[in-house]
């Protein structure tokens, strides 16, 4: 019994250094060709260019450069961008809503396809619900909150090319302590939550909760993990799931439909209000994207399912 206790947690152990792995190796290129694109200027250039489709949703298309980074890096580049832009709080939000739906594209979409799902189909569901939400707040938030400030006006140099660099090693060695401390946590957490038996205990509790966002009750614990610790460092609780028999892939898949509309609930929310922003327009609409999201999903499997059957008797 101690050696497949052994076992199973050595085989906890390299599974999480091999996600931990895989993120690095994603990160670290991404990260630096965005900071190379961004010091010779081809970010600011391509946000001249999104000028137009911006303007759809109420945004200028210097907020662009802002929802580029979100795409391409992270919620905290996002916001570090939108700091040094003069944005008001209505347009803040709704850029917000938009990197909370479409952040951190590359390296989900990644992590979503190690977990059975289409990335081209990831990508296209999450910058078309990113566009759709960010529509109906233009139509529905106050003009009022124009008048708001989110950043003052500020003007900023151009940083030499050793500075881009360093300040681009800084922060992607801070990023990789993260990924690195939060994926051993989870780790040991699971472990614990299985050793004190309070993976049922959790899995029945939220079972209603999974069952009304069209969610199997095993994907209770992955639902809070992903909630809480954000989605690429939970994909590993995912992939181990389907591995042990405890999630089919389809299920999976459903899953990777609301976890890309709304996960890092905890974190990206304390961020936003942080900053002002409302609690109801970060959590309320993104809950309601994902609602949709899998209930559409399983009503399209259920028809082709149905319209096959027909076909063919």
Known sequence: MEDNQSGSIGLRILGALRSIWFLLRVIVPVTLAVALLDWLGALAWFSRFLSPIMGIVGLSGDAALVFISA?????????????????????????????????????????????????AKMVALRVFSSFAVAYAFNLLLPVSM????????????????????????????????????????????????EEFKAMDFLSRFFAPVMRLFGLP?????????????????????????????????????????????????????????????SLFWIIVPRLVMAFLAVWIERGRRRFFRHSFRVGTE
């Not at 590359?106 to 990335?119: D, L, N, Q, R, V």
């Open 71 to 119: 795409i391409f890096l992270n919620i905290y580049c996002a916001i570090a961008i939108a700091l040094s832009m003069p944005l008001d709080l209505r347009s803040m939000t709704i850029l917000a809503i938009m990197c909370l739906t479409a952040h951190n594209l590359i390296i989900e979409t990644a992590s979503m396809k190690k977990t059975g799902s289409s990335g």
């Open 146 to 193: 124009s008048s708001v400030p989110f950043s003052p006006v500020s003007t900023s140099t151009r940083p030499v090319f050793l500075g881009m660099i360093l300040a681009w090693a800084l922060s992607t060695g801070l990023l990789a302590l993260k990924i690195v401390v939060i994926i051993i946590s989870v780790m040991i957490i699971q472990r614990l939550l």
């Open 217 to 277: 009750r095993e994907a209770s614990f992955l639902w809070i993990a992903i909630n809480i610790i954000g989605y690429a460092y939970g994909a590993d609780i995912v992939e181990g799931q389907i591995k042990d028999g405890k999630m089919k892939n389809q299920e999976a898949d459903l899953f990777n439909h609301h976890a890309g509309l709304c996960h890092s609930l905890f974190e990206d929310t304390i961020l936003f209000l942080a900053f002002g922003l």
